[in-house]
Nanobody
């Protein structure tokens, strides 16, 4: 059974950086891993996704300017590097995964079958 565990959430101040980790287990072969976030009262928002073989990566609107997703494909562990954090980045950050046979990762949250519990990021002014 697939398991997704996020870590690295913290309370930081505006302008600081943070790196989140997402460890995915229970899959063999290729996987897609995505990062989403959801702030209170707002819709779940795609940050981006990445293919475990490095064949594909896509970011949500305006995310790529300050956020970078990377992956250790052998370990099925993805990372979210967040720079120049702002108060509007305050949210619960979720990681999701799906086993794939091809080279494409889709973006809708419904496409991902395994989810972590989330890790909280709070950015103070």
């Amino acid at each position: 059974q697939a398991r997704v565990v996020e870590s690295g959430g913290d309370s930081v101040q505006t302008g600081e950086s943070l790196r989140l980790s997402c460890a995915v287990s229970g899959y063999t072969g290729l996987v897609c891993i995505a990062w989403f976030r959801q702030a209170p009262g707002k819709k779940r928002e795609l940050i981006g996704n990445i293919h475990s073989a490095g064949l594909f990566s896509e970011y949500g609107d305006s995310m790529q300017a300050r956020f970078t997703i990377s992956i250790d494909g052998a370990k099925h562990t993805a990372y979210l590097q967040m720079n120049n954090l702002k108060p509007e980045d305050t949210a619960m950050y979720y990681c999701a995964a799906r086993s794939v046979s091809g080279s494409y990762c889709s973006t809708p949250w419904e496409w991902y079958g395994a989810w972590g519990q989330g890790t909280q990021v709070t950015v103070s002014p």
